[in-house]
């Protein structure tokens, strides 16, 4: 149980387009969603805290015009990176909490994100 | 000082060998503490999580952690070529129901046959 998928896997687009990038988990709710992104050899960096229903909350220094968030039900989130740009390139992975118990989240497979 | 450090390696050890990858952190308001494993180009996935100080095992995994020395570290035993991966730490801080993740940078494990 506890599986989070997202799609696509890998994408690559031109400078100036945008991207969206789906998060679901598949068997069970997710009343919150996290988004975050991993350069090369370094750690996760949260970007945001998705909430089903309502607006997302961003890490200081995320542009929320930038980097949009919807989470329209309890097993999807998705984020749309506007306008990429070449430094946006970069894994992206989200993950779902598990609505009980612990609080622990459980993460997709992530997203590579190359801009050319 | 970043709230959670560790060492980012990478370690190489022969199969077989005892693993002990480690995390300090200093915010004392942390309250979950789990340990992930990350293959390359993959997403993280759980192996342990913990809240009170003391240890945890679960098969070739032990997690340990000591809140007074604001220390947790994680034990495989008999490591296999198939652990290599890098392992992030992660901590849990906020109030109930709001619970955010600040991760440690990784180690990168590499185990020898």
């Known amino acids: 149980g506890a599986v989070v998928s997202q799609h696509p896997s890998w994408v690559i687009c031109k400078s100036g387009t945008s991207v969206k990038i789906e998060c679901r988990s598949l068997d069970f709710q997710a009343t919150t969603m996290f988004w975050y992104r991993q350069f090369p050899k370094q750690s996760l960096m949260l970007m945001a805290t998705s909430n089903e229903g309502s607006k997302a909350t961003y890490e200081q220094g995320v542009e929320k015009d930038k980097f949009l968030i919807n989470h329209a039900s309890l097993t999807l989130s998705t984020l749309t990176v506007t306008s990429a740009h070449p430094e946006d390139s970069s894994f992206y992975i989200c993950?779902?909490?598990?609505?009980?118990?612990?609080?622990?989240?459980?993460f997709g497979p992530g997203t590579r994100l190359t801009v050319l | 000082q970043k709230e959670v450090e560790q060492d980012p390696g990478p370690l190489s050890v022969p199969e077989g060998a005892i693993v002990s990858l480690n995390c300090t952190y200093s915010n004392s308001a942390f309250q979950y503490f789990m340990w992930y494993r990350q293959y390359s180009r993959k997403g993280p996935e759980l192996l342990m999580y913990t809240y009170s100080s003391g240890n945890k095992e679960d098969g070739r995994f032990t997690a340990q952690v000591d809140k007074s020395s604001k220390y947790i570290s994680l034990f495989i035993r008999d490591s296999q070529p198939s652990d290599s991966a890098t392992y992030l730490c992660?901590?849990?801080?906020?109030?109930?129901?709001?619970?955010?993740?600040?991760f440690g940078t990784g180690t990168r494990l590499k185990v020898l046959a």
């Open positions: 992660a901590m849990s801080v906020g109030p109930p129901g709001t619970y955010k993740y600040i």
């Open positions: 993950s779902a909490r598990l609505d009980r118990g612990h609080d622990t989240q459980y």
